[in-house]
Nanobody, 125 residues
Framework: VQLQASGGGLVQAGGSLRLSCEAS????????LGWFRQAPGKEREFVAC????????YYADSVKDRFTISRDNAKNTLYLQMNSLKPEDTAVYYC???????????????????WGQGTLVTVSS
């Protein structure tokens, strides 16, 4: 599957952005999905994920209650709604996918087989 992330941009602190990740292929609905980010000079870190059905989600503590991960299987698209953005949210955001099993979701980057190219989010203070 190929993933194409979009929706990044420049926003002031306290603002909102919605990232999208459109997938090719007919098996999108069977994939567990995730978002990761990498700030300048830092390692890639986990942001949010969901199991294949979307019934289970998990968030990094740093984004919990501010970000929401969701999916639209009819559109083969993964979303990340980001509210109350902070300067420390500035990073390149990556979407990721892998075959999902049951209620399992995945927090580790190495567990994902497919990656989008990344979209830059810059939050100004």
């Amino acid at each position: 599957v190929q993933l194409q992330a979009s929706g990044g941009g420049l926003v002031q602190a306290g603002g909102s952005l919605r990232l999208s990740c459109e997938a090719s292929g007919r098996t999108f609905s069977s994939y567990a999905l995730g978002w990761f980010r990498q700030a300048p000079g830092k390692e890639r870190e986990f942001v949010a994920c969901m199991n294949w059905s979307g019934g289970r989600t998990y968030y990094a503590d740093s984004v919990k209650d501010r970000f929401t991960i969701s999916r639209d299987n009819a559109k083969n698209t993964l979303y990340l709604q980001m509210n109350s953005l902070k300067p420390e949210d500035t990073a390149v955001y990556y979407c990721a996918a892998r075959v999902g099993y049951g209620d399992s979701y995945y927090l580790v980057a190495d567990e994902y087989a497919f990656w989008g190219q990344g979209t830059l989010v810059t939050v100004s203070s």
